[in-house]
């Protein structure tokens, strides 16, 4: 059986939560596709050029301790805006996308571009400074030292970054379900996209 959920949205809106969650519930394969450009942006930050670390990126690649620093992440949205890039870790995504057993990826533009006949597909968002105090919550608990203030303009910049960047902008599908978690815990989050996914399942 094979089934795809396309989960897309802005940094810190909790679609990584969500897709988590949702690919256990329904036992289904789960893709943070932001580690993508976040692994090249890993390599990037050594010294790689960007198309070719994209081109040559392993599973294994994935698994690397620093893929959630703040500096990888604003490499990772930078390196993003570059189509060669993007278009070589499409066929990556494709490919996970078609897995029997069913597929959830979360991401910019999955529902869009990489899986646009995807039945089932969601965009979470929340607001600029609901995401900025969520995302400077997690970096300082892993020790980074910003401040909030700074973590608000980089989440704003990359919002712009990711919503005017030419190839595979960041918008919601038009036949996509929207669900702004500012005001949500976690779990009338997940209960939101469970009832949606059950309804495109049937």
Known sequence: MMFTVAIDGPAAAGKGTISKAVAAHYG??????GLLYRAVGAKVLAGADPVVAAQT????????ADLRTHDVAQVASQVAVNAAVRDALVTFQRDFA?????AVLDGRDIGTVICP??????FVTASAEC?????HKELRERGDDISADQVLADVIARDKRDAERA???????????VIDTSDMTIAQAVAAAVAYIDVRRT
């Open 28 to 33: 289904f394969a789960h893709l943070d596709t």
């Open 57 to 64: 990126l392993q599973s294994s690649d994935l698994n690397t």
């Open 167 to 177: 190839t595979a902008p960041m918008l919601a599908a038009d036949d996509a379900i």
């Open 117 to 122: 006949d995807a039945p089932a597909k969601l």
């Open 131 to 135: 995401r900025a105090a969520r995302r």
């Open 98 to 102: 078609r897995r029997d057993g069913g």
